[in-house]
């Protein structure tokens, strides 16, 4: 069973482009989290959604940030116009449907964002 | 007032060493609480779950006082291969039966020779 894949790895983007971040849950996952981690600071939750579905995006900023997870195919964080402060670590988490609080959630390998 | 706040060491200690970390959470909701490790930037992993009788794992014990919103792990026994650094984190179950986890800044434990 595969983990929780994301790619790319690693991006550069200048400022003012769009970056595009894809995550595949692992199978059987139906909950799928973002977070982000600025240099030498804490993961920070994002959204959370469901296929089809955005459930919490109290963590996204209210400009720019948009995530999606459509029926078919994987999640995807989508930064528009990205400026510097954007640069860093992207991790995509999921999880199975449960309302159990110690649900473990599952990180992929995260996208590094550089903007230059 | 930082959420979830750790102290962020480094804790540099000898192999064979008893290492403990502490946290402190603010948001009396949390309603699950974990120890995660992270290698250099690398993904957070899953090192284990906190109950409230406390909980042992191997070389780990893991302790919750609600009362006090304290959070601990106790490494015994040091290897150099628990060089890493720790996160504690606490869980808040949201609408749609998901988990908004808040991480620590984390606490950096180095095991020298």
């Known amino acids: 069973n595969a983990g929780v894949m994301q790619n790319p790895r690693h991006l550069v983007r200048r400022r003012g482009q769009e970056a595009r971040l894809r995550c595949s849950p692992m199978k059987g996952h139906s909950h799928v989290y973002w977070y982000r981690q600025l240099p030498e600071e804490g993961l920070k939750f994002m959204v959370y959604l469901q296929k089809e579905n955005i459930i919490d995006e109290s963590g996204m900023p209210k400009e720019r940030f948009s995530a999606e997870f459509p029926k078919e195919g994987p999640s995807i964080l989508r930064i528009q116009q990205v400026v510097r402060g954007d640069s860093a670590a992207y991790f995509c988490?999921?999880?199975?449907?449960?309302?159990?609080?110690?649900?473990?959630?599952?990180f992929g390998p995260g996208t590094r964002l550089t903007v230059l | 007032r930082k959420e979830v706040e750790q102290d962020p060491g480094p804790f540099n200690v000898p192999e064979g060493a008893t290492v403990a970390f502490n946290c402190t959470y603010s948001?009396?909701?949390?309603?699950?609480f974990f120890w995660y490790r992270q290698d250099c930037r690398k993904e957070p992993k899953l090192l284990m779950s906190?109950?409230?009788s406390g909980n042992e794992d191997g070389r780990f014990t893991a302790q919750l006082n609600r009362a006090s919103q304290y959070i601990s792990l106790l490494i015994r026994d040091s290897k150099l291969s628990d060089s890493a650094t720790y996160l504690c984190?606490?869980?808040?179950?949201?609408?749609?039966?998901?988990?908004?986890?808040?991480f620590g800044t984390g606490t950096q434990l180095k095991v020298e020779l």
């Open positions: 906190v109950y409230s």
């Open positions: 984190v606490v869980n808040e179950i949201i609408r749609g039966g998901g988990n908004k986890l808040t």
């Open positions: 948001n009396s909701a949390s309603q699950s």
């Open positions: 988490a999921s999880s199975p449907e449960s309302g159990y609080s110690y649900n473990e959630q599952f």
